[in-house]
């Protein structure tokens, strides 16, 4: 069987007790009994793990999906499934964190679904939106997750447009 797979599953078990932050590599390494050498043979830190675990867990059925809208609740009902291990893995404010990474991937989506409707994706105002709205996607989502992921994943999307930015904000 394949390191990666040692790896993922130990970050796995280690995110369903304690945040990112508190993990170190030492850590997922003495699990497994493994030299440092071979962590980075595979991974450049960490967070890049916590990257593939999501890839690999969460986010695979996700390839294709065009609308921002269509990755959050996709999104939301992946992460249904591990709770306490996503919430774990997005206690983080590094810029190289899964939570830096899920921004990043919704700003994407959004940015090309103005795109395709001839609005703007430049300026002062949009950026500006766009950023508040990856971080309250993000921020409603932890909610969601500590709550018990109760609402339904097309109810909490409602609330995240309901408190959209007006600068971004799409009838």
Same mark, same amino acid.
């Given at each position: 069987?394949?390191?990666?797979?040692f790896?993922?599953n130990?970050?796995?078990?280690?995110?369903?007790?304690?945040?990112?932050?508190?993990?170190h590599?030492?850590?997922i390494?003495?699990?497994?009994?493994?030299c440092?050498?071979?962590?980075?043979?595979?991974?450049?830190?960490?967070?890049?793990l916590?990257?593939? *675990?999501?890839?690999?867990?969460?986010?695979h059925?996700?390839? !294709?999906?065009?609308?921002? @809208? &269509?990755? $959050?609740t996709?999104?939301?009902?992946?992460?249904?499934?591990?709770p306490?291990?996503?919430?774990n893995?997005?206690?983080?404010?590094?810029?190289n964190?899964?939570?830096?990474?899920?921004?990043?991937?919704?700003?994407?989506?959004?940015?090309?679904g103005?795109a395709?409707?001839k609005?703007s994706?430049?300026?002062?105002?949009?950026?500006?939106?766009?950023n508040?709205?990856?971080?309250? *996607?993000?921020?409603?989502?932890?909610?969601?997750?500590?709550? !018990?992921?109760?609402?339904? @994943? &097309?109810? $909490?999307?409602?609330?995240?447009?309901?408190?959209?930015?007006?600068?971004?904000?799409e009838?």
């Amino acid at each position: 069987m394949k390191i990666e797979f040692f790896l993922e599953n130990t970050l796995m078990n280690l995110l369903k007790v304690k945040s990112i932050d508190s993990i170190h590599v030492k850590d997922i390494i003495g699990e497994l009994g493994i030299c440092k050498g071979t962590f980075y043979k595979y991974y450049q830190d960490k967070y890049d793990l916590v990257v593939h *675990v999501f890839e690999n867990k969460f986010y695979h059925d996700l390839e !294709g999906i065009t609308s921002w @809208e &269509e990755f $959050v609740t996709g999104s939301l009902s992946a992460f249904r499934t591990a709770p306490d291990i996503v919430y774990n893995a997005f206690l983080s404010s590094d810029i190289n964190s899964i939570a830096h990474y899920h921004e990043s991937r919704i700003k994407s989506l959004f940015l090309a679904g103005r795109a395709a409707k001839k609005l703007s994706v430049e300026g002062q105002e949009i950026e500006y939106g766009v950023n508040i709205l990856t971080w309250l *996607v993000n921020a409603t989502m932890m909610v969601w997750l500590k709550g !018990g992921c109760v609402e339904k @994943e &097309e109810d $909490v999307l409602k609330m995240i447009k309901r408190l959209m930015p007006y600068a971004i904000y799409e009838p």
